[in-house]
């Protein structure tokens, strides 16, 4: 059977499977681009990371999003804390020696016959998914210190000792982020929203003075143009590489910075390449997409059935939205370097499949409300 006419069959939200499909090729095209440096470098590690990002990524991803069109939505409320329980259990085995191991200094990897992933991706997702039915489940009462903030602050615990001794705190900033702003849908009062948000802060705080290496991040946030070929090296290249793009880029495939300046340019750095390729033009283009992506999420979110579909999607949208421009912000020097993947674009096959699954959950909701409207 044609996917596509399949889809059409369902009645999904089509605009937004249509941005989808932009942010996907586009980011396929800019992530072979970034790779093109790699190459050159190592034809062998190249071509592994490609057929990560490809076969695992896209592929299994793009499975993902055709089953979970199949799956009822009921399926990831009945099964939430087992779900989030797995995935727990899931990223504290990174500490399991022999099975978890460390690459640039964190212990983020699993290593299973000889393939490899990062089970924070999975763990935010799962978060997600359980808080959207905690919160269902306790709908009004949620405005209950025990039912609302208690539960998230627990949640929180446990994922920050999991993952802040890896570290991996950029994953525990938007899990953060990413709860807070759904308490906030639920309906709990400004006054614990504020409350729980100041607690935050001073916690990140506390983590910049006493974690070295966020330190060094904020201080070059703070002092862009100190330690250029130190700290402040990738930060310095990314700018050089957007300034270099001027108003439409030095063209397709034609970055310099890729090739010997810019560090993980198929990474985190990816967007810095999209800037020096494409320009201003193609960069505000990208982020436009980005904001479409956010805008019609949120309206699926609003307009779903119950108010499990509604956190759930909110939820996903969120998590996917702060992701991206906390990459991009970054990149451009508005924000402290985080190391965190650009959505649909960075290298990370395990990232990809989970963005693309979660993908097909709100396409999932989408088609609900249409039938729910018919």
């Known amino acids: 059977m044609n996917p596509v006419r399949n889809m059409k069959k369902q009645k999904i939200d089509r605009f937004f499977l249509g941005i989808i499909i932009a942010l996907?090729?586009?980011?396929?095209?800019?992530?072979?681009?970034?790779?093109?440096?790699?190459?050159?470098?190592?034809?062998?590690?190249?071509?592994?990371?490609?057929?990560?990002?490809?076969?695992?990524?896209?592929?299994?991803?793009?499975?993902?999003?055709?089953?979970?069109?199949?799956?009822?939505?009921?399926?990831?409320?009945?099964?939430?804390?087992?779900?989030?329980?797995?995935?727990?259990?899931?990223?504290?085995?990174?500490?399991?020696?022999?099975?978890?191991?460390v690459h640039g200094g964190a212990r983020r990897w699993i290593?299973?016959?000889?393939?490899?992933?990062?089970?924070?991706?999975?763990?935010?997702?799962?978060?997600?998914?359980?808080?959207?039915?905690?919160?269902?489940?306790?709908?009004?009462?949620?405005?209950?210190?025990?039912?609302?903030?208690?539960?998230?602050?627990?949640?929180?615990?446990?994922?920050?000792?999991?993952?802040?001794?890896?570290?991996?705190?950029k994953s525990f900033i938007l899990i953060t982020i990413t709860g807070i702003t759904?308490?906030?849908?639920?309906?709990?009062?400004?006054?614990?929203?504020?409350?729980?948000?100041?607690?935050?802060?001073?916690?990140?705080?506390?983590?910049?003075?006493?974690?070295?290496?966020?330190?060094?991040?904020?201080?070059?946030?703070?002092?862009?143009?100190?330690?250029?070929?130190?700290s402040s090296y990738q930060l310095q290249q990314s700018l050089i590489a957007i300034g270099s793009g001027g108003v439409f880029g030095r063209g397709y495939g034609q970055s310099i910075q890729k090739f010997s300046y810019l560090p993980e340019p198929q990474g985190d750095s990816i967007f810095a390449v999209v800037g020096e390729e494409l320009g201003f033009v193609g960069?505000?283009?990208?982020?436009?997409?980005y904001v479409l992506f956010a805008f019609r999420g949120l309206r699926i979110a609003n307009r779903s059935p119950d108010l499990f579909g509604r956190l759930l999607v909110s939820g996903i949208v969120i998590l996917i939205t702060a992701q991206s421009f906390m990459n991009i912000a970054s990149i451009i020097g508005v924000f402290p370097l985080t190391g965190v993947p650009l959505v649909f674009m960075s290298q990370g096959g395990t990232s990809f499949m989970i963005d693309l699954i979660a993908i097909g959950i709100v396409l999932q909701v989408s088609k609900l409300q249409r039938e729910n409207n018919n």
Not at 136 to 147: C, G, M
């Open 182 to 230: 759904m308490l906030f849908i639920s309906g709990v009062p400004w006054k614990y929203i504020i409350g729980i948000g100041l607690a935050s802060v001073l916690l990140l705080g506390g983590l910049v003075i006493f974690t070295p290496y966020l330190r060094a991040r904020v201080n070059t946030f703070i002092h862009p143009s100190q330690d250029s070929q130190g």
């Open 111 to 169: 290593s299973i016959l000889g393939f490899s992933f990062q089970p924070s991706e999975i763990l935010k997702f799962s978060f997600v998914i359980y808080f959207s039915a905690w919160l269902s489940w306790a709908k009004n009462k949620v405005q209950d210190f025990k039912f609302g903030i208690l539960p998230l602050g627990v949640m929180l615990a446990i994922i920050a000792g999991i993952l802040l001794k890896q570290p991996d705190t």
């Open 24 to 101: 996907i090729l586009v980011g396929i095209a800019m992530f072979i681009s970034a790779s093109l440096g790699l190459l050159m470098r190592n034809q062998h590690t190249f071509y592994s990371v490609l057929i990560s990002q490809l076969v695992f990524g896209l592929g299994l991803g793009g499975l993902g999003i055709f089953f979970c069109l199949k799956v009822p939505i009921k399926f990831w409320r009945k099964n939430a804390f087992y779900i989030f329980l797995g995935s727990i259990i899931l990223t504290a085995m990174v500490f399991v020696p022999h099975l978890g191991f």
């Open 283 to 289: 960069s505000v283009s990208i982020i436009f997409l």
